[in-house]
């Protein structure tokens, strides 16, 4: 008998549930890339939209009112001969630029609330196929300002505030899909790997408004916002919600495994890789960190009201609910300060590279995608980081004490040539993003799926929602603020951030003295 081929018997080694599994995780990476990938041309656009003009220096004026009338009149002179995109070629072109960057965003940071309680009620499949459409709409919709010469401020911000609330649809989506596929054993480094997705998305987007910046911006939203509309077409033809709707193993196996969906029972393989999986619910460490007992040993009651309704075991969680479920009011306040830092990252960072290094806008888009490449890195690093610990709060916590610094050390190394930018870039892409990463992914999955909600499946969606939706509001305030404080200088935006992610951190305190305190006691248990 002739010996398989190497091919064929790497696809005989994995089981039907490990290719579904593989499937939904390289489906779920592209339908959200593309969510990602319809936001970013904004960011590379708006270098057009007002064309900036360096203004020469004059080092012999060495009196200070001299100088402030020598920039005044090269400003008037800048702003008379630029050819920017009415109304965004006015003097207060940052403050226009912010207010689209708030009007998305503020939609999204209000929508997500009511997208997660949807979600949670409505079937995934096509909740999310109508979210990529109407995304797709409203991205284009922006770039037909273009094709047919609209130059009325508030279309534009009725386009992204239109964006925005759509757009709430996707991570709810996605997380309860992913967080259904995949147990808890090595949810951070999985996650990590998963949540590349954003970064991914953030570089193509970047690379594909880029190619057509310069020559015709509106196809930077329109190629966007059509591809975001295929990868709807591909949810709603492949998308499986969870591995109970194709009856994974309805044939027993040696190695399947009953589990319970409220009343129901079906049977699973179990992958060979998970078997630590399967050997534990959850690891202790993250079990100390939910439980609200001093002693951290003592398990939760089943009692206090989180799961109302669980008993027919079809209930949906309900929003008051998801706020007892321990961590989850601390993670989302964290959330709100670390979004804020890597969303004005997100919007502005392209006009700073544009201001600070003189380069056009396809060449600071092309270099901000750095801080994304950054980013990926960061959260993978963040998830196994958080697995090998078992300690999620902690390693968010020390991440993000070392990002205040190197946020500064950037603000003053980026003038002084690429070099050091490109550096610094990868580096801050890495420390921002990867606490980011880690509480919108592996935490959000870890608290919607706490286990005093037992086998109720049904808490994912609004439990995400509502730790991004916190997050999205300072995701929300960070290109507001970028947008008032950058006419002071960038130095007062640099300033802003680093004390945000003071704050985030100081809202993670209480759960990094507990986590600290459950490893403790956890190693006098096992001593004893």
């Known amino acids: 008998m002739a010996q398989l081929p190497p091919g064929i018997y790497l696809i005989t080694s994995f089981t039907r549930e490990q290719w579904y599994r593989a499937f939904i995780f390289v489906l779920t990476f592209m339908l959200y890339a593309s969510f990602h990938l319809s936001r970013k041309p904004i960011s590379i656009v708006k270098g057009v939209l007002h064309k900036h003009c360096a203004i020469p220096q004059d080092t012999e004026l060495i009196n200070y009112k001299q100088y402030a009338i020598h920039n005044q009149l090269m400003e008037n002179l800048c702003n008379k ?35 997660g309680i949807l979600g949670e009620r409505l079937p995934i499949r096509y909740y999310l196929t109508g979210g990529m459409f109407a995304s797709g709409l409203f991205t284009a919709m922006f770039g037909l300002g273009y094709f047919y010469n609209i130059h009325n401020l508030w279309f534009y911000i009725a386009a992204q505030i239109a964006n925005g609330l759509v757009q709430t649809t996707g991570w709810p989506s996605v997380v309860t899909c992913i967080g259904n ?35 015709c911006w509106g196809l930077s939203f329109v190629v966007p916002g059509i591809i975001i509309s295929i990868m709807g077409i591909v949810c ?16 027993p196996t040696n190695n399947s495994k009953s589990y319970m969906n409220g009343s129901n029972r079906f049977k699973i393989q179990t992958p060979k890789f998970s078997t630590k999986e399967t050997s534990r619910s959850q690891d202790p460490e993250m079990q100390c960190l939910l439980s609200d007992n001093e002693n951290c040993m003592k398990p939760l009651s ?25 961590g989850v009011v601390e993670f989302s306040l964290c959330l709100l300060f670390a979004k804020l830092v890597s969303y004005t990252f997100l919007f502005w960072l392209p006009l700073y590279i544009t201001n600070v290094d003189n380069l056009n806008a396809k060449e600071a888009g092309d270099l901000s995608t750095l801080f994304d490449v950054g980013g990926i890195f960061g959260g993978i690093l963040a998830g196994i980081i958080s697995d090998r610990l078992k300690k999620r709060a902690s390693t968010c916590g020390i991440m993000l004490l070392i990002a205040a610094p190197t946020l500064y050390v950037f603000s003053a190394v980026s ?5 050091a930018t490109i550096v610094m870039l990868l580096f801050c892409g890495a420390l921002v993003n ?11 999955a870890d608290l919607g799926t706490h286990k005093s909600l037992k086998g109720n499946a049904r808490a994912l969606s609004t439990v995400t929602a509502i730790i991004d939706g916190t997050g999205s509001v300072g995701a929300a305030l960070g290109p507001l603020l970028a947008g008032l404080l950058s006419p002071t200088g960038w130095n007062n935006v640099f300033y802003m951030l680093m004390v945000s992610d003071a704050c985030a951190l100081l809202f ?16 006098l248990f096992k001593e004893h």
């Open 434 to 444: 990867g606490p980011y990463t880690l509480i919108t992914t592996a935490v959000s």
């Open 302 to 326: 089943h009692n206090n009201g989180v799961c109302k309704g669980y008993e027919n075991g079809h209930s949906a969680i309900s929003f008051t609910g998801a706020l007892q479920i321990p």
């Open 81 to 115: 001969s630029s050819s920017g995109w009415d109304p965004f070629d006015k003097s207060n072109y940052k403050e226009l630029l912010g207010a689209l960057d708030y009007s998305f965003l503020c939609a999204y940071a209000v929508g997500m609330y009511l997208s």
């Open 181 to 215: 596929w995949f147990g808890k054993g090595r949810r951070g480094l999985i996650m990590g790997l998963w949540n590349s997705h954003t970064s991914v998305g953030n570089i193509l987007g970047s690379l594909i408004a880029g190619y057509w910046v310069s020559t």
């Open 415 to 419: 003038k002084k040539g690429l070099e």
């Open 508 to 523: 993670l305190l209480r759960l990094i003295k507990k986590e600290l305190r459950c490893g403790m006691a956890q190693t």
């Open 236 to 251: 709603f033809l492949f998308l499986i919600e969870h591995p109970k709707d194709i009856s994974i193993a309805s044939t």
